[in-house]
């Protein structure tokens, strides 16, 4: 148990702000996130992954460009404009430029 301890403190101190032994004596730590909104998570995994359930079809405008709207952010153009332009995913708006 000792090694698998040691092992695990090592592999993850790099990226721990803070670690420490809990009650139940598990190791616990507080780890440094790149994303910490899910809007720029969205931004990056979508750039970084056109082939993973995007359809062929529109992976092309992925690569053009695209905004990700949070659900409740009002849009300034008509419903009939941004359904020819968006997709829904999950409450997340999709945007192609």
Request: without cysteine; aromatic residues 10%.
């Amino acid at each position: 148990r000792e090694d698998s301890t040691k092992s695990f403190i090592t592999k993850n101190l790099k990226n721990t702000e803070l670690i420490w032994i809990g009650n139940e004596l598990k190791i616990i730590s507080l780890e440094r996130r790149k994303h910490t909104e899910a809007v720029s998570f969205m931004k990056e995994f979508l750039k970084k992954n056109l082939t993973v359930g995007i359809p062929k079809g529109l992976q092309g405008d992925f690569k053009k460009g695209f905004k990700v709207f949070v659900g409740n952010k009002n849009l300034s153009k008509s419903i009939k404009e941004e359904a020819n332009e968006l997709i829904s995913v999950d409450g997340a708006l999709i945007y192609f430029n």
